[in-house]
């Protein structure tokens, strides 16, 4: 009788239907096609002290989940049929597009908390690094990239605070940084698309003039900037600061334009003035990166 799942009994040695169960795994069935949310759906059932197998449980959102995958509700494995197959179907279909949206909602979510929502790229390919969560460790990752290439968010989190902190106690700093590359995302997809040309059998010779151009108006244009102008309102702001614990989006607005990922572990931090702080980091597969989280 317990390893019965829930909607079925045994009457005079025959496996049956359980009626005043059943009706209840009809009703998660048909409020999950009106696409009604597990929560609402657990509400209603734990409000009315709808029973369930174990003494004193109540409905859970796995209990929900189990129901509408379970195939012998509709006939598998010599169970009698509570619903048909089809609309069985229709249940999980809705159940895992319901599911799928509010994983993307979550993800949305997540990314536009982050202080570095918008800020950071992908220098091989160009994308937006985004931030995702797997066992509540959140990690950046490219999207296009391998899964290999992920960074802590609180790594991440750490190392510019530390810049932010380390220009805060001697603004002065900023004007012995070297390098200057607001431009650099441009300039490296037109170096990238001058290299497959130049390795191509049939190299166009004016398409590679055409780039060459393009990549010579990029390097230019980095240093028409009013880099001054912005290198005072920089040092301006981090003057009236005092040392940070918490990274904010306003604070990391106000100092810097974007951070870059490249594949060989370097990160660049682009400052408001558009000079360049370089970091160097360990670029690790997520699971590893779970497991060392949780091992902390």
Known sequence: ?????YGYEIKNGILCVKKSE??????VFDECIKGKSQNSIVDYLNANNIPVR???GKWTHSMIGLILNNKRYSGDMGYPKIVNKSYQQKAIDMYNNRAL???KRKAAKRNKDSPFYGMVYCNNCGSKIRLYESDNIHYHKCPREADKDCLLESELQEMTLDIINTLIADNELIDSINGMTPRVLEITKTENQLNNLIEADNSNLSEINKLLK???RSIYMQYTSNHMAESM???AYLSDMKKQSVLTRTLLNKVMKKIIFHKDGKVQ???LNSQVIEKSVIYRERRLLC????GQ
């Open 1 to 5: 009788m317990q390893d019965l799942i």
């Open 22 to 27: 059943a009706k209840y795994v009809r009703y």
């Open 54 to 56: 174990k003494q004193g």
């Open 101 to 103: 949206s509010v994983n």
């Open 214 to 216: 393009m990549k010579y």
């Open 233 to 235: 309102q920089l040092k």
């Open 269 to 271: 931090f682009i400052l």
């Open 291 to 294: 497991k060392e989280q949780q």
